[in-house]
C-alpha cells in the first residue's frame, strides 16, 4: 500500500484547494427545460461582489461575468433558461 502515499496531496495544494471552494457566497442552478435533456448552468455571487454564470459541462467555465445579479439573471432569461428552486450557500 506504500504506492498510495505517493499520490497524497501535499499540504500546499490542499490549502490552493480549500481557498477556491471559500470563494463563493451563493449558487443557483438554471435549466434549459426545451432541450432533451435539459442544459445546466450556475449562477454564482462571488465574495467579490461579482455574478458569474458557469458551466458545469465544460469545467465549471465561466460563460458571462456581471457586477449585478439582475445583470446575470437577465443574461439567463433571454436564453429562456429557468431557476430551479433554492439556492445553495457556502457552509459556514
Do not use: H
Amino acid at each position: 500500500m506504500s504506492y498510495l502515499a505517493e499520490d497524497r496531496a501535499q499540504p500546499d495544494e490542499l490549502t490552493q484547494k480549500s481557498q477556491l471552494s471559500t470563494e463563493w457566497e451563493f449558487a443557483e442552478i438554471w435549466v434549459d427545460p426545451y432541450l432533451s435533456p435539459p442544459y445546466i448552468l450556475m449562477l454564482i455571487k462571488e465574495q467579490s461582489g461579482k455574478f458569474s454564470i458557469k458551466n458545469p459541462v465544460e469545467s465549471y467555465r465561466t460563460i458571462f461575468t456581471g457586477d449585478t445579479y439582475e445583470e446575470a439573471q437577465m443574461w439567463l432569461l433571454e436564453d429562456e433558461y429557468e431557476r430551479v428552486t433554492g439556492r445553495f450557500c457556502q457552509p459556514e
